[in-house]
């Protein structure tokens, strides 16, 4: 069965630093999209990016970037130069082929410090 | 351009007490889902419906009903509400078949049942 892990229940970074979020998942299926969504305190999911397996280059949109390692099956969030309003819940996901069922992961909180 | 619209926001329910959460998406997208999120345990599915006149069970189905009313409408049946039904309920919609198959979600229900 597929599964998404995130090992890291809360993280702090440092204002205008760079931060890994960790993704990692388990899947038999060779083609299958992975998604990143952030939830602010107000509570909506807001989609970030996504990767899907067989893309040759790592996704990126804006600030937010994908370090896809296919092989080790992970994918984890960088977000660089980190500004007050990314301290949110940021919760990862995949979708296997051939079924409508998104898998998400626990989540992983950051906290955003000036 | 209203995305996923999810009424109510807010709903505080007796134990035995029935309501229907209603969820409409002007995207024009085949596929919504009702997703329930809890503490520390991310989004779980409850039911899906991939497509006009169809719906599934999610991974969190007893308890619930679900009806395509048509396109644009998903609503979520609590038909005799319990405690451990308390939750934040996330409707969303997305085109599975295209690409990349992201989900859009709206912005939440907040449900205590006393």
């Known amino acids: 069965a597929q599964k998404i892990t995130q090992t890291q229940p809360g993280m702090f970074v440092q204002e205008k630093e760079a931060v890994t979020l960790d993704c990692t998942y388990d899947?038999?299926?060779?083609?299958?999209?992975l998604f990143w969504y952030k939830q602010p305190s107000s509570g909506e999911m807001i989609f970030l990016i996504y990767?899907?397996?067989?893309?040759?280059q790592n996704a990126t949109e804006g600030r937010y970037s994908l370090n896809f390692q296919k092989a080790r099956k992970s994918a984890n969030l960088v977000i660089s130069a980190s500004q007050l309003g990314d301290s949110a819940m940021y919760f990862c996901?995949?979708?296997?082929?051939?079924?409508?069922?998104?898998?998400f992961g626990t989540g992983t909180r950051l906290k955003v410090l000036a | 351009n209203a995305g996923v619209t999810q009424t109510p926001k807010f709903q505080v329910l007796k134990t035995g007490q029935s309501m229907t959460l209603q969820c409409a998406q002007d995207?024009?997208?085949?596929?919504m889902y009702w997703y329930r999120q809890d503490p520390g345990m991310g989004l779980r599915l409850i039911y899906y419906?991939?497509?006009?006149?169809?719906?599934d069970k999610g991974e969190v189905p007893n308890g619930y009903n679900v009806s395509r009313l048509n396109k644009r409408e998903f609503s979520l049946r609590l038909e005799s509400a319990a405690p451990s039904q308390t939750s934040v309920y996330f409707c969303?919609?997305?085109?599975?078949?295209?690409?990349?198959?992201?989900?859009?979600f709206g912005a939440g229900t907040r449900l205590s049942v006393l």
């Open positions: 419906s991939a497509s006009e006149g169809t719906t």
């Open positions: 969303a919609s997305s085109e599975v078949g295209r690409r990349k198959n992201i989900q859009y």
């Open positions: 995207m024009n997208h085949n596929s």
């Open positions: 990767q899907g397996s067989y893309d040759q």
């Open positions: 899947t038999s299926d060779p083609s299958y999209g």
């Open positions: 996901a995949i979708l296997p082929p051939r079924t409508y069922k998104y898998i």
